[in-house]
């Protein structure tokens, strides 16, 4: 932001004792300085609700990690092509195949995972289960559970900066319309003083 920018928006936000101002001029200043306010305010309010975020998801974290375990799956059927794959789905890497796998305890199952497209049977593909034994997604991580914090609490300032913005402009766009009607009004009056007509 320039210094001319910055000088601009001080004149507005804080008319003074500006003759020309008129009362629409500091109205715009006082929802300008209102912004602002509300703007630098929510910076520790979201901070604490990104902490909270991240104190949820570290709990999830740890019962992840100790739920989840990650075995080894063997494909017992070649994986689909990827030619026979719709434009949709080509867009992803991978695509289901029947596999075996066997969980910590010995217990040996069956069932569908992800595998590249044109995986051939007896590929042997690293998986994730779930306590049940049923393929899951892999475990969050603290630094996955950092991300999603720091994601909500940047998501959630900038909704509460958005909707004062969203204000300010509203308050401008309205005391512009006034202003305009009001010189329209005036030049109504003169306008046949000015012209003769």
Same mark, same amino acid.
């Given at each position: 932001?320039?210094?001319? =920018?910055?000088?601009? +928006? ?5 008319? $003074? *004792? ?5 009362? $629409?001029?500091?109205?715009? $200043? ?26 949820? *998801?570290?709990? /999830? ?5 100790? =739920?989840?375990? *990650? ?29 075996? !796998? ?11 995972? /992800?595998?590249?497209y044109?995986?051939?049977?007896? =590929?042997t593909?690293?998986? !994730? ?9 892999p475990?969050?991580?603290n630094? $996955?559970?950092l ?9 959630? !300032?900038?909704?509460?900066?958005g ?8 308050? /401008?766009?309205? *005391?512009?319309?006034? /202003? ?8 109504? +009056?003169?306008?046949?003083? !000015? =012209?003769?007509?």
């Open positions: 932001m320039t210094a001319n =920018t910055m000088s601009r +928006l001080l004149r507005q936000a804080f008319p $003074g *004792h500006n003759p020309l101002a008129a009362f $629409g001029d500091r109205a715009e $200043g006082a929802v300008l300085v209102l912004a602002g306010v509300v703007a630098l305010l929510a910076v520790p309010v979201t901070a604490a609700i990104g902490s909270d975020v991240y104190a949820t *998801h570290e709990s /999830r974290v740890a019962v992840e990690q100790r =739920t989840r375990s *990650h075995v080894d799956a063997v494909l017992v059927e070649d994986a689909p092509s990827m030619d026979g794959a719709a434009s949709s789905e080509a867009l992803i890497e991978t695509t289901d195949a029947i596999a075996t !796998w066997r969980m910590p305890d010995g217990v040996e199952r069956k069932g569908v995972v /992800r595998a590249p044109g995986a051939e049977a007896g =590929t593909l690293r998986i !994730w289960v779930d306590p049940g034994g049923e393929p899951t997604e475990p969050m991580t630094q $996955g559970a991300f999603n914090a720091i994601f909500s609490a940047l998501v959630l !300032w900038g909704l509460v900066a909707a004062m913005a969203a204000l300010f402009g509203l308050v /401008r766009f309205v *005391h512009m319309r006034i /202003r305009l009607r009001w010189w329209q009004l005036e030049w109504e +009056l003169t306008a046949p003083d !000015w =012209t003769g007509r």
